[in-house]
């Protein structure tokens, strides 16, 4: 059974950095993509940055040069370093993976999530 579980959320000042961790147990293939997404209060969950087995990376627009997807193989833990934070930047954050090699950020194609940590970011 795969599980993934999400830590390091929490409140900082914007302008700001925060770490955010997923560990992932019982995924057992070789080629993954694994990715981290945020849902603000009465939006949709959408795509942050995403990571495949093949070491390419992909990042939403809003996030780039702010944010840095990273993937520690040997601790089996998905890294999402944020810095320069938003106050749009609060939402809830879950970490996802799929069997495929390429960085992508679609949550309908994702079938393993964790339960999600709060971000907030205060003005």
């Known amino acids: 059974q795969v599980q993934l579980e999400e830590f390091g959320g929490g409140s900082v000042e914007a302008g700001g950095s925060l770490t955010l961790s997923c560990v992932v147990s019982?995924?057992?293939?070789?080629?993954?993509?694994m990715g981290w997404f945020l849902q603000a209060p009465g939006k949709e969950r959408e795509g942050v940055a995403g990571?495949?087995?093949?070491?390419?990376?992909a990042y939403a627009d809003g996030v780039k040069g702010r944010f840095t997807i990273s993937i520690d193989n040997a601790k089996n833990t998905l890294y999402l370093q944020m810095n320069s934070l938003k106050p749009e930047d609060t939402a809830v954050y879950y970490c996802?993976?799929?069997?495929?090699?390429?960085?992508?950020?679609?949550?309908?194609?994702?079938?393993?999530w964790g339960q999600g940590t709060q971000v907030t970011v205060s003005s």
């Open positions: 996802a993976v799929r069997r495929v090699t390429i960085a992508a950020m679609e949550p309908a194609d994702f079938a393993y």
């Open positions: 990571i495949a087995s093949d070491g390419t990376t």
């Open positions: 019982g995924y057992s293939h070789s080629d993954y993509c």
